[in-house]
């Protein structure tokens, strides 16, 4: 086991900080919240990078990296509360089509990534069927809460058929999706009404093993949003701790007192520990291990525990300075907490890793 | 970063598994005879230890002639693990396998060596560990036992607390002051005191577990009369024997962290599914719980043992502790509220016994509980623990 970035997850990780640090300034997420910029172009310097296709097969033209080097870009991401696309596209859409489409749409659809498309995923199963309509489908029913399902390129819809899940990409524009309000203005979430929406033959994919291909790229989008939330968590820690060294009451720095430490210590800790099991989780992906199903939701129940406290602990530090709009902390907290509810809550993730842990153990009680 | 270990590591694993088959203790003997303090080795654990050391599989990191085969640190946290999977404690005298024999064996002399850490290794000895007193825990700096050099002797008066082991120790690794005018760091020494020593008196006295649950000693040392030659390290240098044995205990601490939550996964999982309760929303979300810390806290140890390999020294021991310990007593608490009624039983095992481990791993829900608070509480508070973090690893201010 070796449980370290390698020099070259490194300096992934050091290039990734360097540029968003640089081109996604606080000013900028403000900016798209009130509506003066669309953040398109810090989508452009992505898709000059590459970085969309960070995941994508080297064949397919993509720079043909493994889950943990999206994990660690997302987690950077997530630390500059990205405004973009970019979550939905590399870690739900890519891993989707990576996994389900086959064929020349697959060519197409990676091929219109590289050249800086978007893409969502509504993972719809319990609330979209899939009927054979002449020589292509047609859908009924409506997908809540899908991530960029508002702005993206193109949605794969995941869906219920006669002959199991089946995903169906649909092109932008085609189904009537609306953009929910979210406490984080800058990350989008909407509502997608499917019903009637024709998809043509070669847009469909059915069988067991797009079942199992959703079933994992499910695994990847858990993990990338855990991400997200773990790095928006460290922005607040990395917030707090400035505060807390410079911050002076009764003459000596807030941050000497042990009632204080102790709390952002402990939100250390909950960052650790969450930002361990993203790694591992996105290790299980790129080693394609049996814990993969067990990783995701360990690293989303870990993220959803250590955003509710790097929060809680993140507002009460700043005290009344951080309870204002024009602290920046406000931005990253936001991040930090809207992936909560998404693709399975803390809770639904804990229990469920309980489960498949609890799948393996004995009957037996000591007499 | 990978999921596996390399392939030597893997074949070094191997062949201890192979060696632990073929000769780990019959359950039967070690059911008959059981250790009665941490410092008790029945006659057949005192004969794996020794079987352990003669092979190099007791300490492998260690050169043969200290019960080792010169292993690297990777080989040494599988040799760890393998031990932990399977439930074998290595010695019945933990403080003198991984504290007080390695603190002489990098400070002591050769006599030393010889005379005191290889035979707390070969489990002909065994020893305990002086260093808390009524006065000094968290603040050990400010111990005052106190020790006077007299000719080629030392003169020894002063109380020690929370020994553990003592009343069946052969020798005590005691901490004293040498020099009451030096700051309190710089008038340490480290001494070893064989405790039949005249004037040394030792009083076992009951845990918060049972009044006949004797490990913990009170030792008083009225005028006792410890050899120069018993010195270990130089004089007044004991703050740094003393911060090397906590290294020893620290750097070990995570994985015994890291063992007892599988082992809580392990009793609790079969004990939840015995009782039908792997349905229940409040069980699911604390096993659960316990699940994420597990893992956590093997892969922050995977990432310390990484970093230890490459010489970069780990700031973790200390989250490591912290989180391990705390993570221990809330699954415990849980698995305790879990039984309800049936928890009252301070008698009903949480599993059933290992007989080649301590008993206290698979004790009662309750005293189970009861004893995570030794997580929490010695090697360093949790309340340290967050200081030194607070400290150390994020820069706040003192």
């Known amino acids: 086991m070796d449980f370290e970035l390698d020099d070259e997850q490194l300096e992934l990780q050091r290039v990734v900080r360097d540029i968003v640090g640089r081109e996604c300034p606080p000013a900028l997420v403000r900016a798209v919240v009130d509506g003066s910029d669309d953040g398109s172009g810090l989508w452009k310097t992505f898709v000059q990078l590459d970085w969309p296709t960070l995941t994508v097969p080297g064949d397919d033209g993509g720079m043909g990296m493994s889950a943990v080097e999206l994990v660690i870009t997302l987690e950077e991401l997530g630390r500059v509360a990205d405004p973009t696309p970019f979550l939905a596209t590399t870690s739900q859409y890519v891993p989707v089509v990576r996994a389900c489409a086959h064929g020349g749409l697959r060519t197409e659809l990676l091929g219109a990534v590289c050249a800086g498309r978007t893409g969502a995923v509504a993972f719809a199963a319990d609330a979209v069927r899939a009927r054979r309509d002449g020589g292509g489908w047609v859908l009924d029913g409506s997908a809540a809460h899908v991530i960029d399902g508002d702005r993206a390129d193109e949605l794969a819809v995941v869906a219920r058929t006669d002959q199991g899940i089946g995903v169906f990409v649909v092109p932008a524009g085609v189904a009537a999706a609306a953009r929910t309000p979210t406490f984080d203005a800058a990350f989008h979430v909407a509502d997608i009404e499917l019903g009637g929406v024709h998809v043509g033959e070669d847009r469909g994919f059915v069988g067991p093993e797009v079942e199992d291909g959703v079933a994992r790229a499910r695994q990847e989008a858990v993990t990338g949003l855990a991400a997200v939330t773990v790095g928006a968590s460290q922005r607040v820690l990395e917030m707090v701790l400035g505060h807390i060294k410079d911050r002076k009451q009764f003459g000596v720095p807030i941050g000497s007192f042990q009632a204080v430490k102790h709390m952002a210590v402990d939100m250390y800790v909950a960052i650790e520990r969450a930002r361990a099991l993203c790694h591992f989780a996105a290790l299980t992906i790129a080693e394609d291990d049996p814990r993969r199903a067990l990783g995701a939701s360990l690293a989303k129940a870990a993220a959803g525990d250590c955003q509710r406290l790097v929060a809680r602990h993140g507002v009460q530090l700043f005290g009344g300075l951080g309870f204002t709009w024009e602290n920046d902390l406000q931005i990253y907290l936001r991040r930090a907490k809207v992936g909560e509810p998404l693709l399975g809550s803390t809770a639904e993730h804990r229990a469920g890793a309980a489960r498949l842990v609890l799948a393996h153990q004995h009957p037996t009680e000591a007499a | ?398």
């Open chain 2, 1 to 398: 970063m990978r999921l596996s270990f390399d392939e030597q590591t893997e074949a070094f694993r191997r062949e201890f598994v192979a060696w632990l088959d073929e000769n780990a203790p019959d359950p039967a003997t070690a059911l008959a005879e059981r250790s009665r303090s941490s410092a008790d080795i029945p006659a057949w654990a005192r004969e794996w230890q020794r079987k352990m050391f003669d092979a190099g599989w007791l300490v492998p990191g260690n050169p043969p002639e200290h019960g080792g085969r010169n292993a690297s640190l990777v080989e040494v946290f599988v040799h760890q693990e393998e031990l932990g999977r399977r439930h074998i404690y290595p010695s019945h005298n933990p403080q003198g396998l991984t504290i007080i024999a390695p603190s002489i064996l990098v400070f002591g002399t050769e006599e030393q060596k010889r005379r005191w850490a290889v035979p707390v290794l070969r489990a002909e000895i065994t020893a305990a560990l002086g260093m808390s007193e009524p006065d000094a825990g968290s603040d050990l700096a400010g111990l005052r036992t106190r020790a006077v050099l007299d000719g080629d002797r030392f003169v020894v008066n002063g109380q020690k607390v929370w020994t553990s082991g003592a009343h069946d120790a052969d020798v005590i690794l005691a901490f004293v002051r040498t020099d009451p005018d030096a700051p309190k760091h710089k008038g340490i020494s480290c001494l070893v005191i064989p405790t039949d020593s005249p004037g040394l008196t030792r009083r076992p006295f009951g845990s918060i577990v049972s009044p006949d649950d004797l490990d913990f000693n009170e030792v008083f040392f009225d005028d006792v009369e410890v050899p120069a030659e018993n010195l270990i390290g130089q004089l007044h240098q004991g703050w740094r024997v003393a911060t090397g044995s906590l290294g020893h205990e620290r750097a070990m601490l995570w994985l015994s962290f890291a063992e007892r939550l599988d082992a809580l996964v392990e009793h609790g999982g079969d004990t939840l599914t015995a009782r039908g309760l792997t349905d229940d929303p409040l069980v699911l979300d604390s096993f659960g719980n316990l699940v994420v810390d597990d893992y956590a806290l093997r892969l922050l140890g995977y990432r310390t043992l990484a970093q230890a390999r490459r010489g970069v020294e780990a700031t973790e021991q200390s989250i490591l502790k912290l989180l391990g310990s705390e993570a221990v007593q809330a699954a415990t608490l849980d698995m305790l509220e879990a039984m309800g009624p049936d928890g009252l039983d301070p008698d009903r095992r949480s599993a059933p016994l290992d007989p080649l481990h301590s008993e206290v791993f698979t004790a009662s829900w309750w005293e189970r509980y009861l004893r995570s608070f030794a997580g929490t509480i010695a090697g360093g508070t949790s309340q340290i623990q967050r200081n030194i973090i607070a400290e150390r690893v994020l820069g706040l201010p003192r």
